[in-house]
T-cell receptor, first 115, second 114 residues
Framework: GAVVSQHPSRVICKSGTSVKIECRSL??????MFWYRQFPKQSLMLMAT?????????EQGVEKDKFLINHASLTLSTLTVTSAHPEDSSFYIC???????????FGSGTRLTVV | DQQVKQNSPSLSVQEGRISILNCDYT??????FLWYKKYPAEGPTFLIS?????DKNEDGRFTVFLNKSAKHLSLHIVPSQPGDSAVYFC?????????????FGKGTKLSVKP
């Protein structure tokens, strides 16, 4: 089946630094990938849609200058949290769909802790 | 305003019995619905989906029922097994599943007791 790999699984960083999270589709090409965020006991919230070769589409309320998304190839999207603050501590998950009807395959998620 | 609601934060079921997880939605434009299972510190795993042109979809022990007039769907797990213990998310899309704008509920934590 479709596999999406996300790295790193956990990261701790200092306030003010930047953190990059990678999302790779291992056995299929994904022109579109999606980035979600989940706070404790809350639902997954779509942050942005990552499009290969073009700019990402951000959901309302998501700062595009803070959450930089790059989709440089058909198998890789990256999310960079810039100038991280403790409030950015959360669980970030990416997803992609191989083909319609398959359902969306999610990465294993990244637990970001900003100290 | 939440467009996808899972009103039961938790559910406890005995092994071998049926688990019924419920989900309500408010947006009549939703036409594709999915259920995901999630363990702590992991990404969600796709379980089953249903298009709005159907009212039932079955896959092994998992069956999803859709009642469009009531804007309600449910996931039935029969028989329930301890390994089914996880958080289950209901999600909906208004684009026939072709785009990623999934709207998720808050999840229901299922505990299946041996």
């Amino acid at each position: 089946g479709a596999v999406v790999s996300q790295h790193p699984s956990r990261v701790i960083c200092k306030s003010g630094t930047s953190v990059k999270i990678e999302c790779r589709s291992l056995d299929f090409q994904a022109t579109t990938m999606f980035w979600y965020r989940q706070f404790p006991k809350q639902s997954l919230m779509l942050m942005a849609t990552s499009n290969e070769g073009s700019k990402a589409t951000y959901e309302q309320g998501v700062e595009k200058d803070k959450f930089l998304i790059n989709h440089a190839s058909l198998t890789l999207s990256t999310l960079t949290v810039t100038s991280a603050h403790p409030e950015d501590s959360s669980f970030y998950i990416c997803s992609a769909m191989r083909r319609r009807g398959d359902g969306y395959t999610f990465g294993s998620g990244t637990r970001l802790t900003v100290v | 305003d939440q467009q996808v609601k899972q009103n039961s934060p938790s559910l406890s079921v005995q092994e071998g019995r049926i688990s019924i997880l419920n989900c309500d939605y408010t947006n009549s434009m939703f036409d594709y619905f999915l259920w995901y299972k999630k363990y702590p510190a992991e990404g969600p795993t796709f379980l089953i989906s249903i298009s709005s042109i159907k009212d039932k979809n079955e896959d092994g022990r998992f069956t999803v029922f859709l009642n469009k007039s009531a804007k309600h769907l449910s996931l039935h797990i029969v028989p329930s097994q301890p390994g089914d213990s996880a958080v289950y998310f209901c999600a909906a899309s208004a684009y026939g599943g072709s785009q990623g704008n999934l709207i998720f509920g808050k999840g229901t934590k299922l505990s299946v007791k041996p």
